[in-house]
Structures are given as structure tokens and as C-alpha cells.
RNA sequence: GGGGGAAUGUCCCGAGUGGCAAAGGGGGCGGACUGUAAAUCCGCUGGCGUACGCCUUCGUAGGUUCGAGUCCUACUUCCCCCA
């Protein structure tokens, strides 16, 4: 069940050097699967916001390199999953989404798949499916007597994502309880569809995904697999995901490339190696060159990494760009037009604008309070200097080349500029 | 069906005697130190106002009181014991 080192398959070898692995099941079976021909393996993803985040990445990743390796990527958007919602991790039932709202983010959500995975009718293309498709279409009795009966009770309670709920005294409505049911019915589905034999996930996915692999075997009597990643921290055991400012969104309009950019740069010296073998194509010899870098030089590791990272999620051009604005702003302190602006009306600018207010609207505090807070503590920088006065009036003499650069911290800058 | 407990700062955990914007953690954010790192130390952490201040918060809805997270009533949800 944990991964066997000596794999003899090439996608197998692939996930295993590069650190993607953390529990498979059958390890044996599926490194034979893999090495006897192209397999079909799938990963599924909930639409609950408009766009999905760092931490998919991992999963993202997978898919492109099981394509790499010559097989062929399903990507599963959980139209119908969602309407459930995934307890997994969650301490308590989140609001039910509409069908709208749903739709809507799965609309929003596809595009990233396309930078990473080639789509379309080949063998090893990647196909895209939604399962609202079949899981609408029950009815309540035939789900029940067609899976329900492969299903105790005994065995859904002793998993993690109940336990934990029951443990916490935390209610489980019956609909979120059926989410399981639900996932393994997906793979059994796309067993069926397209020859789907491997799902993958993130290691809290561990008990949905084996589910599945036993429904598999026990109706359709088929290999199935499952192989789940590693919760990922960083070294110094923090989540990963976020960063200054929030949920790290891989959707542009959601989180520009610069951030995206920053987000690699900040990583510690001691993940770089790691995240450059998860997250870039960068060949192993290179990373080992390049994390074996100490002190300060690690930093034109993180460099490469950003660059890499950045260049597969918004293109070449975007990750050169967001480079140029970092070297601007923090090694050479100047300022460059790719820094996040903000744009205010020039007679707004004129008239006198009180500092909280400006900062707050551009994003740096969430409110005037916090915004004043800041400045009382030395974090907000107006033009490079700290000004503790946040009740202060800006006008247009405080524009320097045409902008007002405001600052919260070292890393959060925005460039106000009068329209 | 009966009895006993629990729900707290809208991120989490968690103190709380009728005077509370509410102890303490964690997390988050800022500062110092560095290398746009880690570790460490310091500060901040409900909203609005320049300020004495005003407003909104302790499961929900009422009530007692000058004053309620704290007392009373009903309701909701969860836990435990008895049947």
C-alpha cells in the first residue's frame, strides 16, 4: 500500500523521484498497469470558487506528468459533487451553492487546464467531463439499490472525514454523508466511459478514493487503483497555499501574474528543491545543481523556480514581466509600470484624499482602522517612507513620475494612478 | 419520554464573578534582524470618527435590571446519563 522504491514503470519511477507519492494501493498491480500500456487516470476537482488555487497545483502537476509519461489525463469537474459539498476537512457544513453559481465557476475554472494538458481526441489527449452528467440523472431509490447496497455504515463511519466531524460534536447532515458515495460512483463511471483505472488525490482523499477502488473491483470486477500526494507544508510546517495577501488564485484577474511571480520568489530555502521537482519541468539535474546553492544564492533558485512556475500558468511573457518588477522593486528600488496599480480619478487626486481611505481602497488594509494600525506600526509607506500619520491627506504633490507608490510591508505595493 | 451539560470575539481553540469591546493561546498582519528565506524578539488583530466618543458583537427570540456573555422563559443544535 505505501509506495515500493524500486518502480519499474516510467510514470511511476517519474512520481516517485519527484516526490508526488504518498500512499498507493496495489503498488505492484498498477506499476505493471502502467508499464504494459497507456492508462487512463483521473483526478477530480470541486467548483467551489471561481478559481482554483496553489494548493490544486500538486494535482494539476500530476495530470501533466501522467501525460508526459504517455498516458491519459481525465480531469473531472465535480458539477454534481458540489452540490453535495466534500466534508473533507471541513469542521463544519459550508452554505449550499446554487446550480448557477456552480456552473459559473466551473466555466471560470477550465481555462488553467489548457496550460498544463493538451486536450483533445488522441490517445493520450486529455478529455475534461463534468459529473453532473450522470450523477443528475438518478433517481433516489435506483442510487440507492445500485450502490447503496456496497456501502455499510460501519465502514463510512470509521472514515477520517466523519470521525473527525463527530469528534469535533459537529453535525453531518445525511446529504454531506453521501459525498463518498458519490466520488466512488465517479470512478466506477469513468471506469466504465473510458477505461479509467487509476484515480489520484491529495492525501485526504485517501478514504473517498480507496471507496471507489473497492466499488470497482467488487461490481465490475476490474483493477483499480489509487495513489494519493502528500499533504503539502512547507519546511516550517505551514499550510501551503497562502501568502501575503491571501488565497494564492491561479486565475489571473484573480491574483495577477506578479503575485503568482512573488508567491515562488518567497518560498524557503528549504522547499526549493522540492517544489522546483512538484511544480516546474525543470530536469532533476538542474534542481540538484541549483538547490544544492547556499545562503543568499539560493535566492537565484527561487528565481528559477518563479520563472518556471510562472512561465506554465501565465506564459513566458508574464513571468519575464513579473521577474523585471521584482528586480525593480527590490533590488534596485525603483519602480516599474508591472507593480499591481491602482487607478483613482485625477480630480479625486486633486481634491485631497485621507491616506486610511486610499490605502484601504486599493487593497493594502481591509479597513481604515487596519489601514491606520499599520501606519501606527511603521508598515505603510507612501513614495518609500513610512508615514505613521494615516489621517493624512494626499494630493497631487505627492505624485512621483506620474503615480503615488504606497506600500503595507516589504511586499505588498501598489501603484495609485490618477485616471 | 425524563435528567444533566454545552454553544463566546463571525479563521480556530478557549477563560469569563451582572459594569465587557470581553483574559490567554494558535493563526494572520506589521516592525527589528537577514538574503523579498527560516529561527528569534517586539507590536497590532470588531466597524466608523482626528479625539472625550458612537455603533455592532458572546446559538436564536423574548424578559428581569440603571446596566446582561453572565439571571429568567421559550426555541434550535450538539454531548452525556436514565427509560
Not at 489527449?125 to 455499510?152: C, I, K, P, S
Request: aromatic share 8%; with cysteine; proline share 3%.
Amino acid at each position: 500500500m505505501t509506495s515500493d522504491p524500486a518502480f519499474k514503470s516510467e510514470f511511476l519511477r517519474l512520481m516517485q523521484t519527484r516526490g508526488y507519492i504518498h500512499q498507493i494501493t496495489h503498488s505492484a498491480e498498477l506499476d505493471a498497469a502502467c508499464q504494459a500500456g497507456p492508462i487512463v487516470a483521473y483526478i477530480g476537482f470541486d467548483a467551489t470558487a471561481s478559481s482554483l488555487h496553489v494548493g490544486h497545483m500538486i494535482q494539476i502537476m500530476m495530470l501533466r506528468r501522467l501525460q508526459q509519461a504517455g498516458h491519459k489525463p481525465v480531469v473531472l469537474m465535480g458539477g454534481g459533487t458540489t452540490k453535495v459539498g466534500d466534508p473533507t476537512d471541513k469542521d463544519s457544513q459550508r452554505p449550499l451553492l446554487t446550480d448557477a453559481q456552480i456552473q459559473a465557476n466551473i466555466d471560470s475554472i477550465q481555462a488553467v487546464f489548457r496550460r498544463f494538458l493538451t486536450f483533445g481526441d488522441g490517445p493520450n489527449d486529455a478529455v475534461m467531463v463534468n459529473n453532473a452528467e450522470w450523477l443528475d440523472r438518478f433517481g433516489y431509490v435506483q442510487f440507492l439499490r445500485d450502490y447503496g447496497v456496497h456501502f455499510t455504515i460501519n465502514r463510512m463511519l470509521s472514515f477520517d472525514s466523519v470521525k473527525n466531524r463527530l469528534d469535533r460534536e459537529q453535525p453531518m447532515t445525511f446529504l454531506e454523508f453521501n459525498y463518498m458515495l458519490m466520488q466512488s460512483v465517479d470512478f466506477l463511471e469513468l471506469e466504465r466511459r473510458y477505461g479509467c483505472v487509476l484515480q489520484m488525490g491529495g492525501s485526504d482523499q485517501w478514504g473517498n478514493i480507496v471507496n471507489g477502488v473497492e466499488l470497482i473491483r467488487r461490481v465490475d470486477q476490474k483493477p483499480a487503483f489509487g495513489l494519493t500526494t502528500p499533504l503539502l507544508s512547507t519546511a516550517s510546517g505551514q499550510k501551503m497555499g497562502k501568502s501575503v495577501g491571501g488565497a494564492v488564485w491561479l486565475n489571473a484577474d484573480m491574483r495577477s501574474p506578479y503575485d503568482y511571480w512573488q508567491f515562488w520568489r518567497n518560498t524557503e530555502d528549504a522547499d526549493v528543491g522540492r517544489f522546483m521537482r512538484l511544480f516546474t519541468d525543470l530536469s532533476l539535474e538542474e534542481i540538484a545543481r541549483l538547490e544544492a546553492l547556499e545562503g543568499a544564492q539560493i535566492n537565484e533558485a527561487k528565481k528559477v523556480l518563479a520563472n518556471a512556475a510562472t512561465t506554465l500558468l501565465h506564459g513566458e511573457e508574464a513571468a519575464k514581466a513579473a521577474e523585471a518588477a521584482a528586480v525593480a522593486a527590490f533590488e534596485q528600488g525603483q519602480l516599474s509600470g508591472d507593480l499591481p496599480s491602482f487607478e483613482i480619478p485625477r480630480a479625486d487626486l486633486e481634491a485631497g484624499v485621507v491616506l486610511a481611505a486610499l490605502a484601504t481602497d486599493a487593497g493594502l488594509a481591509a479597513s481604515r482602522g487596519e489601514a491606520r494600525r499599520l501606519a501606527q506600526g511603521g508598515g505603510l509607506r507612501v513614495n518609500d517612507k513610512a508615514e505613521t500619520d494615516a489621517n493624512r491627506t494626499l494630493d497631487a504633490s505627492d505624485l512621483v513620475d506620474g503615480v503615488v507608490k504606497l506600500a503595507a510591508g516589504k511586499k505588498k505595493i501598489v501603484l495609485v494612478r490618477p485616471v
